[in-house]
């Protein structure tokens, strides 16, 4: 009987019964939905919002525009005035109005005497999907403030530069791929979540759980080469974990299509090709994942505890990535050497359109795989000693 | 044909054998019998290669475990103290996972594993999962997989512990069938009337020591009692642990 022989009888055997776990499979198979449906949800919102601001104009609502008829003129400019709700405050709280604009009585008077003349902007700066009304709204009202008081000064013959001693000009230069990739920025995070998740349960299963079940011993005296035993259980893991990884890619490649980016000023590169590049890119994260959660495993004094440890693994690789695509810069080069944090630039990358060496790439990949391989040699080792079944 | 040469194991400061060395021929059964604690457990994980001496070794049909263990393994069926089974895996597929790993395959094994499933009588659930078989049809499935190569030589861990009259008789006439065809079959207990039952010999072994071998008559006339309870408790040198 060959190592190999060996190896496929133990790993078949795996796959099966972790298929046949319906339980855990739901778990398994669930998890990597949920990146991509979050995606898509938040797009939706920014879409939204984007969207009104940017085609239709803001909606601002003015109470009271009977006693400014020159600055409602000028809102009407950069928006559409339509009448205030009768309780302005309570519409903002409750969200029916995203912006008022509450012009008092004594407006007109105070400002004939050239005295200060009060406007209310109504906001809540807890709503997100208010701001673009929110920032309009203030924008027109400064703009209207600085050309009132200019028009003073110029009658009273002082020259309006006086006053302006700051000439600030706005330059925005995230592209809408950039723009994107703060929302998509989530996505390595999710792919690396993924492969753990989805090879849990079997590692735990294959491990901790053969122990508490007291299968192990049975299986530690048949007569099979160790380091086979523990390959094939990595390998079952890593089934799960590669399906996992799948789904989520695929998940997020369909987010686009129901929610076309192009409409929102958004384009992502999550055609195809970048999805097998990103799996492709992820099969080394997969051997490594699967050998680490069998490692943990195998050493955990139970499966509650493997569950615990296993949890906490998960986090290690998956936050200090997402804190790197959030933070747009430019990362030293040394991540590229960080398993499972490399991966997570690259594809942060790839998501923004910006161009990889394949030096980057080949770096990320070896390292990745160097540490895959010490794991199944210490685990080999381990097993070879029979730890596993006497001291977890 | 299974042998002990002067094997040692030590886990942290506790000396479970000490030295231990027996033969278990073939076409016997060869009880090993002892207090709990005495170190039986250990003597059967080293002889089917889940633990290793520290010193000494250990021989199956002549195949030293250390050099060779999976040739060792291969000439063993192997009953374990603990026989956990897969709880979403039928007892015939059991069987055929634990065929496969001693390299069966084919028509060959299906065969081998149908004949094991009339021979223990598990036909009423071989192919129900495991999840929720009582303790009898587990040790059945047990016994099936450790069977399933057709070994030479049978070692089982208090293979009656937990079953009802009926299936402890079950075991006790494969086990004997098992003698028949000439197999070599070290059992472990410490139950003395089991070992009175089956064994044509005894080994008696103490605080990690063997401190009697041989027939069960050899036993009454070396401690010089009558009966073979009270030849035990003189040779184990206290009644503490048996039953």
Redo the contacts between chains.
């Keep these: 009987?060959t190592w190999l022989?060996?190896f496929w009888?133990?790993f078949s055997?795996e796959v099966r019964?972790g298929f046949?776990?319906r339980r855990s499979l739901v778990t398994a198979l669930l998890f990597p939905v949920l990146g991509p449906a979050l995606l898509g949800v938040m797009l939706v919102i920014v879409s939204q919002s984007t969207r009104k601001a940017d085609e239709q104009g803001v909606d601002l609502p003015v109470a009271g525009r009977e006693h400014a008829p020159n600055l409602v003129a000028f809102l009407a400019q950069g928006a559409r005035v339509v009448p205030a709700p009768p309780d302005p405050e309570e519409a903002v709280r409750r969200g029916d109005a995203e912006v008022v604009i509450v012009i008092p009585e004594e407006f007109g008077e105070r400002l004939r005497s050239g005295r200060p003349a009060p406007v209310r902007l109504i906001v809540d700066e807890s709503r997100q999907q208010a701001r673009p009304a929110m920032i309009a709204a203030e924008r027109l009202l400064t703009a209207w403030s600085l050309q009132t008081g200019m028009q003073r000064l110029v009658v009273r013959g002082i020259h309006p530069a006086v006053v302006e001693p700051l000439a600030l000009e706005r330059v925005d230069v995230s592209t809408p791929a950039s723009r994107a990739a703060m929302l998509f920025a989530t996505v390595p995070f999710f792919l690396v979540m993924a492969v753990f998740t989805g090879g849990m349960p079997v590692a735990i299963d294959a491990t901790a759980g053969?122990r508490e079940?007291?299968?192990?011993?049975?299986l530690?005296?048949?007569?099979?080469?160790r380091s086979a035993l523990v390959l094939a259980k990595m390998a079952g893991a890593g089934v799960f974990s590669a399906l996992a990884l799948a789904e989520t890619l695929v998940g997020f490649g369909l987010v686009p299509l129901a929610l076309p980016a192009t409409r929102i000023g958004f384009s992502m590169q999550l055609d195809p090709r970048m999805l097998l590049r990103s799996f492709a890119l992820g099969l080394p994260m997969v051997l490594l994942a699967s050998g680490l959660m069998v490692v943990l495993a195998a050493r955990a004094r139970n499966f509650r505890a493997a569950q615990t440890t296993l949890s906490l693994l998960m986090l290690v690789p998956s936050l200090p990535g997402m804190a790197l695509g959030l933070l747009s810069a430019r990362p030293p080069g040394w991540v590229y050497a960080v398993p499972f944090l490399g991966e997570q630039m690259i594809v942060t990358r790839m998501l923004r359109g910006e161009a990889l060496t394949t030096g980057q790439v080949a770096v990320s990949v070896a390292a990745t795989i160097t540490a895959a391989i010490l794991v199944a040699l210490f685990a080999a080792r381990t097993f070879e000693?029979?730890q596993p079944?006497?001291d977890p | 044909m299974i042998v002990l040469e002067h094997v040692r194991k030590s886990f942290g400061p506790v000396e479970a054998l000490r030295g231990v060395s027996f033969a278990v021929p073939d076409a016997h059964i060869t009880g090993l019998l002892g207090p709990n604690g005495a170190g039986k457990t250990t003597a059967l994980?080293i002889i089917?290669?889940?633990?290793?001496p520290d010193r000494g070794r250990a021989l199956v049909d002549g195949v030293d475990l250390a050099a060779h263990?999976?040739?060792a393994?291969?000439r063993?069926g192997?009953l374990?103290?603990?026989?956990?089974?897969?709880?979403?895996?039928t007892a015939r597929e059991h069987v055929l996972?634990?065929g496969?790993?001693?390299?069966l395959s084919g028509e060959r094994l299906r065969r081998r594993a149908d004949e094991l499933v009339r021979l223990l009588q598990m036909e009423e659930f071989a192919d129900r999962?495991a999840e929720g078989y009582s303790q009898g049809q587990r040790v059945k499935v047990?016994l099936a997989?450790?069977l399933v190569h057709d070994p030479r030589n049978v070692v089982l861990d208090e293979p009656t512990n937990g079953l009802d009259v009926a299936a402890t008789r079950q075991v006790r006439s494969l086990l004997k069938q098992l003698r028949e065809e000439g197999r070599c079959i070290l059992f472990s207990s410490h139950v003395m009337q089991e070992v009175s039952a089956l064994c044509d010999r005894v080994v008696v072994i103490a605080r990690g020591q063997v401190v009697a071998e041989g027939t069960p008559d050899d036993l009454r006339r070396l401690t010089g009692r009558e009966s073979l309870e009270d030849a035990f408790v003189a040779a184990i040198g206290s009644e503490e642990g048996l039953a």
């Design positions: 009987m022989r060996s009888v133990v055997k019964e046949r776990d053969e079940r007291q299968s192990l011993e049975s530690f005296a048949a007569p099979l080469p000693q029979g079944l006497f | 994980r089917y290669g889940v633990l290793r263990r999976l040739e393994q291969r063993l192997v374990p103290h603990a026989q956990g089974l897969y709880a979403r895996l996972y634990f496969e790993m001693h390299g999962c047990a997989r450790a």
